[in-house]
């Protein structure tokens, strides 16, 4: 054993000294540091004090009035945030916890653990329960679910509607927010019964020992139906990030009352209740257009073929900064480009639609089992991009036309078909770019002819067409 010392418990006499050792901490020393899922950016490793976890167990408790005979389904990452609500939450009162391997076993399954483990209350960020709901049988029910307490990402109508036919109707739901920095700190209550009047599932009013204001980019509060930054005070708040001391100054800044700021989205609807839109790094500018990621997520999620949806900004090659849309189709479904597409030109302005549409079979995820957007794939740019239904130049006048398009309109790709003022979108560009079609290919072109079918392949004949007339 080299210089190794070896203890056997068995030679020590226990007699001498039976003592408990002292406690040394008080409610404010940090009790743990836990990361963020770093689902958009680098993980952050937030520590909180015993204060705040016992607050937080509390706020828990209270909101579902968990007792001894409930039965918490168990099923993520110890190193997931929300853990300490089926962990400690249901063991400290009293409550059993019944594990389930989802990485191991799968959904498939999941429908049979609830019912045979009699779950009471479940955990499941969106995502999940749209891979959960996609493995259910027409007819089926989850028997003693009285609780689905749903956070993490946003929350919409459809996944209300669809999941509700699985539950018993005295089940309840609960959207809920929650983060590693403040724990749960908002609620939002529904039943069968309960109204929903917008298509994003508000979260709620904010909870006992918080104060949430929606502030907009100057810091000023905002008005109702205003998206602004959620601005939260809270003595129960994470105590900072470690070994971050820029960044806990800018999100934790100094003052009387401890105050986080979120980096989320909100707004404050007409009933007085916060709705969750986004984080302000899903708002990203398209051509001077400001565009909101989670709602080009949202129209994605048209269809109950449509499982899964992600919306990112990439480079082309040229430099040039796109929106590209993720789609993963729910199990024995099959949604093709031309559907998505259609679905999303009905939806949304033009500047709003994504340039490059990707069908996956399934979406990165971290260990929380978000979404992880730095880990999805880029498009396949020297084939274009990546849909099956571009259509790419026939001939030199075309590939010509397309590259004086993609240079000064700095959009990348441009297929033959494609509406070029719905691409172009900037006036200025647009005439500077016919300015060098016209030079390139020595003609005077007349724009009201090019505005009946604005396409490359149109341009084309028409550039065809005045070339044989000077010949």
Request: glycine share 6%.
């Amino acid at each position: 054993c080299g210089e190794s010392k070896i203890i056997n418990i068995d030679d020590i006499d226990f007699s001498e000294n039976t003592a408990q050792p002292g406690s040394y901490h008080s409610a404010d020393d940090i009790q743990h540091i836990l990361y963020t899922s770093g689902s958009t950016g680098e993980p952050k490793g937030v520590y909180t004090s015993h204060r705040n976890q016992m607050h937080f167990l509390k706020r828990f408790t209270e909101l579902i009035d968990i007792s001894s005979d409930d039965i918490f389904a168990y099923y993520f990452s110890i190193g997931f945030s929300a853990h300490a609500m089926p962990t400690l939450g249901t063991l400290l009162n009293g409550g059993t916890l019944v594990m389930y391997n989802l990485k191991k076993n799968g959904f498939p399954g999941l429908d049979e653990f609830f019912n045979e483990e009699m779950i009471t209350i479940c955990l499941m960020i969106p995502s999940v329960l749209r891979h959960f709901r996609a493995t259910l049988e027409p007819g089926f029910k989850i028997k003693k679910l009285r609780t689905l307490l749903i956070g993490g990402e946003t929350l919409y109508f459809n996944d209300i509607k669809q999941t509700q036919p699985f539950l018993k109707r005295k089940t309840e739901i609960i959207n809920i927010y929650a983060s590693t920095e403040l724990y749960l700190s908002c609620a939002y209550r529904i039943t069968p019964d309960t109204y929903l009047k917008q298509n994003i599932i508000p979260i709620g009013q904010a909870m006992e020992g918080f104060e949430i204001n929606i502030h907009n980019e100057d810091g000023k509060l905002c008005e109702k139906n205003q998206i602004g930054e959620m601005i939260i005070q809270s003595p129960y708040s994470a105590l900072g990030y470690w070994k971050k001391p820029e960044l806990t100054k800018i999100d934790f800044p100094d003052g009387e009352v401890r105050k986080f700021n979120s980096r989320d989205l909100a707004y404050m609807d007409e009933d007085g209740f916060l709705v969750h839109v986004g984080r302000k790094d899903s708002m990203v500018k398209i051509r001077g257009q400001r565009v909101d990621r989670g709602e080009v997520e949202n129209t994605l999620l048209f269809s109950e073929d449509v499982q899964e949806v992600a919306a990112v900004m990439k480079q082309d090659p040229l430099g040039n900064k796109i929106l590209v849309a993720y789609y993963v189709c729910s199990p024995g479904k099959n949604v093709e480009l031309p559907e998505i597409s259609n679905a999303l030109n009905r939806r949304l302005p033009d500047f709003m639609i994504p340039k490059v549409i990707l069908k996956l079979e399934k979406l990165p995820k971290n260990a929380s089992g978000k979404t992880d957007y730095l880990s999805l794939p880029d498009p396949d740019w020297e084939r274009g991009t990546g849909n099956e239904d571009i259509k790419h130049a026939s001939n030199p006048i075309e590939k010509s036309l397309i590259e004086l398009f993609e240079k000064h309109l700095e959009i990348y790709p441009i297929g033959v078909k494609d509406d070029i003022l719905k691409a172009g979108h900037d006036s200025l560009k647009m005439f500077v770019a016919f300015d060098s079609i016209e030079k390139e290919f020595g003609i005077k072109l007349v724009l009201d002819d090019f505005m009946e079918e604005p396409t490359v392949e149109s341009l084309a004949k028409i550039v065809t067409n005045l070339q044989n007339k000077q010949a």
